[in-house]
């Protein structure tokens, strides 16, 4: 994917995803559904990643094997879950999960970049006017340029690095660095973990249905579930249940990494028979929970912003009109 993503992207790769489930869903095969897409794509970018693909897939790879071959354009917990699809036979639902996914996220981007428009014109009119009183006075203009850089350059390279950090395509140790970081910040750190539940629900239920022993399964669905942490979690079970004979439920009551409620429930649908429906119910609710604090997120972060900005707007205009009538004092002494 490329560095700086906009929300337009993000549902074009939604739409993608929709189209290629859809035509699943109409039994149509991956390599006809792929050919259809590659004719008329969504985006003309498009119609060379899914070339690749097509190469692979008529060289006799596996779909799985085809995405490793298109590292770089698909994010890691994209291939994650779309190979647990494969293996499930369940890559339609996979996709149009993906769909959803994306759909939501543009929408939620672009509401962020609609409010913050205003607060960053603001921060730009409070650093291009601060030093304005100075080059009126002095007309010294390498002067107004220095001081307006001095602030303006660090927040350019400041965001630069915060993108950058967050792109996908960085290593898992990466990756887990970055999940530990989040977990400590307001919403944010939650609607992470609920995402990646919900990812984790929907993987294991597609993969359990297709009759994945139930090990393999979890490693596939901890994997495509996008966090690190887990993951490795997950890892460390195989032993217990295949030498031991726990049930993973009670594996995840022992396991901070999951919350009660996922452990009671899924604990819930294991002894009565009913675990495909409980994983249902899991998937719907924690997406739910993390677009509720996704988009509220969305609309405080931006506030804060804005009365970030204001502050130091107050504080550069006083400062910066008090050395300007300081100066003109001590011109008439």
């Known amino acids: 994917m490329p560095l700086i993503v906009t929300p337009r992207q993000l ?16 039994g149509l095969p991956l390599l006809t559904a792929l050919e259809t897409l590659h004719k008329n794509p969504p985006a003309r970018s498009f119609r060379q990643p899914v070339a690749r ?9 596996t779909f799985s094997e085809a995405m490793q071959h298109a590292e770089g354009w698909l994010p890691s917990f994209d291939v994650a879950l779309l190979q647990a699809g494969e293996q499930s036979g369940h890559l339609d639902a996979c996709f149009k999960l993906l769909s959803e996914y994306y759909r939501d996220r543009a929408e939620l981007v672009r509401k962020t970049l609609g409010q913050l428009r205003y607060p ?30 001095s602030v303006l350059a660090p927040l350019y390279a400041i965001a630069f690095l915060m993108i950058l950090a967050c792109q996908g395509r960085h290593g898992e140790t990466w990756r887990s660095l970055l999940e530990q970081f989040f977990r400590v910040v307001p919403l944010l750190g939650n609607a992470r973990r609920n995402l990646a539940l919900a990812r984790l629900s929907a993987a294991l239920e597609a993969l359990l249905n297709a009759g994945v022993s139930i090990v393999n399964a979890w490693e596939l669905a901890a994997a495509a579930s996008g966090s690190p942490a887990l993951h490795r979690t997950v890892s460390t079970w195989r032993p217990r249940i295949e030498t031991g004979g726990e049930p993973p439920s009670e594996i995840l009551t022992e396991s901070p990494e999951f919350p009660e409620l996922f452990a009671n429930l899924y604990h819930t649908g294991e002894i009565s028979g009913s675990l495909d429906d409980a994983l249902r119910r899991l998937h719907k609710y924690y997406q739910e929970e993390a677009l509720r604090k996704l988009q509220l997120l969305a609309e405080w972060f931006p506030r804060l912003i804005y009365f970030a900005i204001i502050l130091m707007i107050a504080y550069r205009v006083v400062t910066s009109w008090t050395g300007y ?4 004092m001590k011109a008439f002494e």
């Open 11 to 26: 549902r074009l790769r939604g739409e993608l995803y929709y189209q290629i489930g859809a035509m699943l869903s109409a």
């Open 53 to 61: 693909l097509l190469s692979h897939l008529e060289r006799g790879s």
């Open 120 to 149: 960053l014109f603001l921060l730009h009119f409070a650093v291009l006017l601060g030093p304005f009183p100075e080059l009126f006075a002095t007309g010294n203009l390498a002067a107004y340029l220095t001081q307006t850089l």
């Open 325 to 328: 009538y300081e100066g003109v």
